[in-house]
Structure formats: C-alpha cells, structure tokens
T-cell receptor
Framework: QSALTQPPSASGSPGQSVTISCTGT?????????VSWYQQHPGKAPKLMIY???KRPSGVPDRFSGSKSGNTASLTVSGLQAEDEADYYC???????????FGTGTKVTVL | QVQLVQSGAEVKKPGASVKVSCKAS????????MHWVRQAPGQGPEWMGW??????????AQKFQGGVTMTRDTSISTAYMELSSLRSDDTAVYYC????????FGYGMDVWGQGTTVTVSS
C-alpha cells in the first residue's frame, strides 16, 4: 500500500485560505468516506482536525473544512492564523488490514 | 480528561527488543481500539497495527508481522507494543492513539499519546 500523495508545501498570508490536496486510489480515498486530516506542530503528537471526510471533532475551529472528489481529498484552512503553521497529514481507510494509510505530508507556512 | 500517557525514551542496540507502554485514563479503556503509529525522523506517520482492548485481538500491518506484539492489561488500562530484532531504521517516535469510534476502527484517531522516542544505535 503506497502512501497518499500530498504537495510538500503550501503557504498563505494571515486571513487568506490555503487548500491541501491528498491523492490516492480507488482502493483507499476513492473507495471509502473515511478520510481524516491531522495537524502536527514540531515535536508534538498529531492532532485530529477532520474525520469522515468533512466532520470536525469538538474544539476544532470551523475554519478547517474537508471535502472529497473521486480519488482526491482536500483540506481547506480559511482565515489563516499564525498558529495554523504546521505539518498536515491526510489518512484514509484502505480495508480491514490497512485501516490507516497516511499521506506524505504538507508543510503549511503562514507568510 | 481523556488522555494517553506513554513510557519514556529508550535507547537500544541493534537486535534488541523494546516494549513501550500506553496508559489510558478518562474513558472506558475496553471500548475503543488502540492503534500504534510510528514516525521516523522527517517522515510521515506509519500505522503499525491495532489491538482491541476488550478481546485482546490484534491486527498488524504486513510490514510488522512477525516483529511486533501488541498486548494490553485491562486491570490497569494499559496497552503495550513490543518490537523485536531492532534495526537502525526502527529509530522513530512511537505513538499510541485511540480510534474515535466506540467499538470500531478506521474512522480517525482522536486521542494520542505524547510519543516515545526509540533510538537504535550500536
């Protein structure tokens, strides 16, 4: 099972929006509505930001939103803030034996 | 509050084994699958496997089959991950993480331990 493909970097100014893509196959992203997104600051554990493609856990700002079309999922961060600067990883269910396949990661920089 | 607290950093020689613990609190330990995820330096996370704390059933990623053992002690709400025959490329931060869905898995991991750094070096 190969890692999902994400762009290495993305950036935006405070207040702007940034969208990160996550491309897989019909065996993972395209086959299930179980895509999740994680934010990771340096030296910290990942934090769940989006699950089941579009759902936000309690406490996650509504500036974070998710979507999916075919084999590609996306995370949009609206109204960028300095604290949004972090690495972001997508993950998808890929079957009973591979419940989590992760993306290659995207470093978001707030200019 | 809901939290997972892991054991401290380890330094091991190649060929040795390491056992990492993950103590859960603030929720029903037996109700949620526990996953182990590792992250090598500068790399993305990698799912290693899960344990059902209620039944003790496990499912390991193919890459780790034969080298990893996940267990739990329900009396102290603690999960364990043991990795044997360590190599230098096993150097990573190891996390335990709870699946968010009661009784299910694959939905997302909503609670993470702080991570345990395992360094394999001669």
């Amino acid at each position: 099972q190969s890692a999902l493909t994400q762009p290495p970097s993305a950036s935006g100014s405070p207040g702007q929006s940034v969208t990160i893509s996550c491309t897989g196959t019909s065996s993972d992203v395209g086959g299930y509505d179980y895509v999740s997104w994680y934010q990771q600051h340096p030296g910290k554990a990942p934090k769940l930001m989006i699950y089941e493609v579009t759902k936000r856990p309690s406490g996650v700002p509504d500036r974070f939103s998710g979507s999916k079309s075919g084999n590609t999922a996306s995370l949009t961060v609206s109204g960028l803030q300095a604290e949004d600067e972090a690495d972001y990883y997508c993950s998808s269910y890929a079957g009973y034996n591979i419940p989590y396949v992760f993306g290659t990661g995207t470093k978001v920089t707030v200019l | 509050q809901v939290q997972l607290v892991q054991s401290g950093a380890e330094v091991k020689k190649p060929g040795a084994s390491v056992k990492v613990s993950c103590k859960a609190s603030g929720y029903t330990f037996t109700g949620y699958y526990m996953h182990w995820v590792r992250q090598a330096p500068g790399q993305g996370p990698e799912w290693m496997g899960w344990i059902n704390p209620n039944s003790g059933d496990t499912n390991y990623a193919q890459k780790f089959q034969g080298g990893v053992t996940m267990t739990r002690d329900t009396s102290i709400s603690t999960a364990y991950m043991e990795l044997s025959s360590l190599r230098s490329d096993d150097t990573a931060v190891y996390y335990c993480a709870r699946d968010l869905m009661f009784g299910g898995f694959g939905y997302g991991m909503d609670v993470w331990g702080q991570g345990t750094t395992v360094t394999v070096s001669s």
